[in-house]
């Protein structure tokens, strides 16, 4: 992924500003604490992934997750959605942050659960957004509301699985025994 010139200074000032490396470490321990298992494929697969290919950087050296987006509003308002392209069975971080009255607006809405949770300035929440879906609530008028969300796409994991190649590369080269094992393995 590249970014422009600009995008690039800005991005570059948001990973080493030192709240958003907090950030990314706790909800990195908090993933450890609550889903040990899951964040071992996570690590297994991030370390394959930096060995393949040194010339990758990660975001931040203690975070887990390889994506990362910044909803800077002033009143970042998502309507509900499940994050189909995330893995199935993983887990993304989404960390509120601004001023505004949690009582009053800016709750999460997790819609399969049926619940509405108070999420106030400073909150992070685990979740896994790839079969779940979630919206948050609008806030008052003159408050602001942003959104730090860390995930890791499927797609990594499936390149990574298929030996650092696509779908279609894969399945493509395999033949006799190796696609009925695959196959197998895939039905398991």
Known sequence: ?????????????????????QLTGFASSAFAMW??????????HLCDLLMHDATLIVNW???????????????TLCFWHTNS?????????????????PCLGGH?????????IDFPPGSMILIPSAILRYSNTAI?????QYLFTQYSSGGI?????????????????????DLVQAQKEQSE
């Open 108 to 116: 999460l809405v997790l819609w399969d659960l049926k619940l509405i």
């Open 140 to 144: 008052s008028k003159g408050e602001r």
């Open 35 to 44: 889903a040990p298992w899951t964040f071992v494929y996570y690590t297994w």
């Open 61 to 75: 050296v203690n975070s887990i997750f390889t994506t990362v987006t910044f909803n800077f509003g002033p009143r």
């Open 1 to 21: 992924l590249h970014h422009n010139k600009d995008n690039t200074v800005v991005l570059i000032a948001l990973i080493s500003n030192l709240a958003f490396l």
């Open 157 to 177: 994991f499936c390149w990574i699985d298929y030996g650092f190649q696509s779908s279609e590369d894969y399945w493509g080269g395999l033949a006799g025994k």
């Open 85 to 101: 392209g995330n893995l199935p069975f993983g887990w993304c971080a989404i960390t509120m942050l601004g001023c505004f009255k």
